[in-house]
């Protein structure tokens, strides 16, 4: 079964209304694959959602960087998946290492949120990984395992679902798994989906890597056949942050496709 390719970029928390005009301007310019076969999805912070949406070429999507657990109401902060509804916001990313680690999102609490941002029509990048001491432990299967168990209890449509396989050792370090060590979780990340949820959901589901993902390693981990697009944030931002134009970046990535089957 085929699966689109999907390149991501993850701006975290960065970026002025003009940096960002500009990113969108690049991006607008950029020559890149058909959405046939590619799937294209930048996230800016909240406050530049509605900027991006309305610059943002069409066949380009926006994601938000998360949304809260529940319907809105007296949570000081938080964004609601209803909100992003109504922005028109069809993608949000969930899980994410930073928001496990610094705020303390346990994997229910992260299956809360995928199941209730599913049931109100968003699309989800779900984020799963390991940390370097879990790793190092040999437990890395039992943790994305674990994490990934907690959205498979809370779900049964996994159609708007990309698993995002994103170590915690390698982001922001410079570090990344081998080509061989993202195949290998990727396989077994299938192999789980195959046993627990269905043969159908592990052979259509894309799992994308992120982790310190370059312009010099993206070629390599993309001939992976199990390693279906990537969630970049470090590279995205040090392009923002720098001279080099972010649409030179993604079309750097995009064109990785063209090694794909």
């Known amino acids: 079964m085929g699966r689109k390719f999907f390149v991501g970029g993850n701006w ?3 970026g002025t209304i003009e940096e ?5 301007e690049t991006l607008n310019a ?15 912070p909240f406050v530049f959602l509605p900027i991006v949406k309305s610059l943002l070429r069409p066949e ?15 949570f000081t902060g938080e964004v609601s998946a209803e909100m992003l509804v109504n ?6 990313i969930l899980g994410h290492s ?13 299956g809360d949120k995928v199941a209730y941002a599913l049931s109100k029509g968003l699309k989800v990048i779900a984020c799963i990984g390991e940390t370097l001491e879990q790793r190092e432990a040999g437990s890395t299967m039992d943790v994305v395992a674990t994490q990934t168990k907690a959205i498979a209890e809370r779900i049964s449509d996994w159609s708007n679902v990309v698993l995002a ?3 915690v050792w390698p982001i922001g370090t410079g570090k990344v798994a081998t080509p061989a060590q993202a195949q290998e979780v990727h396989v077994e990340l299938r192999k789980w989906l195959h046993a627990n949820v269905s043969p159908e959901v592990a052979a259509s589901i894309r799992i994308i890597y992120g982790g310190s993902v370059s312009g010099a390693n993206c070629n390599e981990l993309a001939a992976n056949p199990d390693v279906d697009g990537f969630l970049v ?7 923002m942050m720098s001279t080099i134009p972010l649409g030179v970046w993604l079309v750097g990535f995009l064109t990785i496709y063209l090694s794909k089957d």
């Open 20 to 24: 960002v005009k500009k990113i969108v």
């Open 60 to 74: 380009f999507h926006v994601a938000a960087q998360n949304c809260w657990v529940k319907k809105g109401g007296a």
């Open 165 to 167: 396989y994103e170590p």
């Open 98 to 110: 930073e928001r496990r680690a610094l705020l303390g999102e346990s994997n229910e609490f992260v």
């Open 87 to 92: 922005l028109d916001i069809p993608w949000v």
């Open 30 to 44: 950029g020559q890149v694959p058909s959405p046939d076969v590619v799937e294209v999805v930048v996230s800016p």
């Open 233 to 239: 944030g470090g590279a995205s931002l040090k392009v």
């Open 12 to 14: 975290k928390c960065n």
